[in-house]
């Protein structure tokens, strides 16, 4: 697959980002997403591909955001290694990740393996709407509260413009962001090979209501899923 690896983001919270290979997706059931198509089985080809990506991290921000199509937990064990030498090598402090919930009791692990370096956990709640999230989108996290993540989590993803959103759950689920987490990254959804269709005038109502967002530098909007400069099309 042709994707884009390595970026730098540079309007806010500037830091590098590299997508890595993992294996698949423990989770791997929301129904929106496709890019778990990008996970792999073969260990020691995507040991070697990783390492070829993080050789393009200079550390000139002192963060670095690492994705892979799934969570961290899912990336080699040669892969973590790798990342923790060039965070120091490189003096890097803060490192991003990304987790579903379903490991939300080991992130410790990853914060023990990495310390002193701060990691930045983010998860993709999508929406506080519980039945558009576990039952239409399939997310499979049940939550007591709408804040009970933001007390485990550092960051949170939320996916806006999907058909069958509505200006409520919106404006729901930017409330709950706001009032129980640091970070907010919200995607407006791009068709993919799901079934699901964009909502164009939805997106256009969040555009001209919400992008005074964009002001708030604990927010990113993701306009395209290709904002943060790395991935792109799946295409074989
Ligand atoms: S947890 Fe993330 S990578 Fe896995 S299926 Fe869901 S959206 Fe895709």
Redesign the pocket.
Known sequence: MDLERYSKITNKNKREIVLLKGFP?K????TF?D??EDNDTHEEEMIKLNNEILKNVTGEFKQLEVIN??SCFELPEATLKEIKEVIQNKAIDTLYFES?WIYKNRLNEIRDFFSPTTVIFKT?IETFDDNFRNNILKKGIKLKTPYEAGDIFDSVCLMFGIEGQTKESIAYDIDCALKSFKRICINIYVENSTKFKRDEELIKWFKENYSYLEENPSVEILWNNTDFGVGGELNE
């Open positions: 997706c989770w791997g059931r929301c997403c890019y778990i199509s799934g579903h993709g």
